[in-house]
Nanobody, 119 residues
Framework: VQLVESGGGLVQAGGSLRLFCAAS????????MAWYRQAPGKEREMVAQ????????TYADSAKGRFTIARDDNKNSMFLQMNSLKSEDTAVYYC?????????????WGQGTQVTVSS
């Protein structure tokens, strides 16, 4: 199973970006999904997460009101809509998913996509 991200790039402060993540591989089931980010010199932090079934979402305080996470279970994918971007949002963003394959669950990470917000 692989997670592939896309959608990062360079944007001016106040602008928007949408990050996209899709899981691919052999028969699997995607459970919990989340976006993390890591800025230079800082620890990786969770930005937003979404649960399977009820679709419950939670956000880091820094993302509330500006970011929206959503998933498409038919396509085993999710996206992160980021609005009103700030320079402090600059980081490498990682897709994470808990995936079950043949009854065994494990966490998977995407390769990361760079988001740079210029002030």
């Amino acid at each position: 199973v692989q997670l592939v991200e896309s959608g990062g790039g360079l944007v001016q402060a106040g602008g928007s970006l949408r990050l996209f993540c899709a899981a691919s591989g052999r028969t699997f089931r995607v459970e919990h999904m989340a976006w993390y980010r890591q800025a230079p010199g800082k620890e990786r932090e969770m930005v937003a997460q979404i649960f399977s079934g009820n679709g419950l979402t939670t956000y880091a305080d820094s993302a509330k009101g500006r970011f929206t996470i959503a998933r498409d279970d038919n396509k085993n994918s999710m996206f992160l809509q980021m609005n009103s971007l700030k320079s402090e949002d600059t980081a490498v963003y990682y897709c994470y998913a808990w995936i079950t394959v043949s009854g065994y669950g494990a966490g998977y990470w995407g390769q990361g996509t760079q988001v740079t917000v210029s002030s």
